[in-house]
């Protein structure tokens, strides 16, 4: 049932993830990768495209609309003002890696557009971020299922319970950052 369910919506909820987020979505599909319900090289490429197509759009929101979109809630619009700050420093580097800051996936991307930071120029650096970021998480995801086995002994007993606990662990950061941006 989990194998076929993975084998039919595993990639396509992988990239939304990553479309939209991404973490830890990437971290359980690696693991799911160790276990054979996925082949890590689509995992990966899967990733990136969620990822760079994800932030294009972000990006390109921010460049033609990113005032409004930062002012419609105030922790972005704090995030941006600080990312703009940084940005205006060493753009190039923090176009390839925003996304592995914790917390500010969606409001980098948003915050270079409204930088002026150039289009094409986005591009090769984001897709090139994004490239680095889906194989490094996508590697380090399917070695930790590794290790776990090398602990644990035949991971296959325990799937349920990583699993769970990977899904558990996902939600608590969805939930804690929900709870803080209903805060600010």
Same mark, same amino acid.
């Given at each position: ?10 990639? /396509? ?13 990437? +971290? ?14 689509? /995992? ?6 969620? %990822?760079?197509? *994800? ?19 105030? #922790? ?5 003002? $600080? ?11 923090? /176009? ?5 800051? !914790? *917390? +500010? $996936? ?7 557009? /409204?930088?002026? !930071?150039?289009?094409? #120029? ?7 971020? %994004?490239?680095?970021? %889906? ?5 380090? %995801? ?10 644990? *002994?035949? +991971?296959? #007993? ?9 899904? +558990? ?12 941006? #209903?805060?600010?």
């Amino acid at each position: 049932m989990l194998q076929g369910f993975l084998e039919n919506f595993g990639y /396509v909820a992988l990239f939304l993830g990553t479309f939209f987020e991404g973490e830890t979505i990437l +971290v359980l599909a690696g693991f799911l990768a160790f276990q054979g319900y996925l082949r890590l090289d689509l /995992v990966i490429a899967t990733a990136f495209f969620g %990822a760079c197509a *994800g932030d294009q759009l972000w990006y390109m929101l921010g460049r033609h609309h990113g005032r409004r979109v930062l002012a419609r809630k105030p #922790r972005w619009e704090a995030l941006g003002e $600080r990312a703009l700050r940084l940005i205006r420093r060493h753009p190039d580097l923090w /176009v390839l890696g925003f996304r592995f800051i !914790y *917390g +500010v $996936r969606t409001v980098m991307p948003v915050a270079i557009g /409204v930088s002026g !930071y150039p289009p094409g #120029r986005f591009l090769v650096f984001n897709c090139l971020g %994004a490239g680095i970021w %889906a194989t490094v998480l996508g590697l380090a %995801a399917y070695h930790f299922g590794n290790l776990l086995e090398t602990l644990l *002994g035949h +991971v296959k #007993r325990y799937e349920f319970i990583v699993l769970g606990a990977l899904v +558990v662990l996902g939600v608590l950061f969805w939930l804690r950052r929900y709870y803080r941006n #209903r805060r600010t």
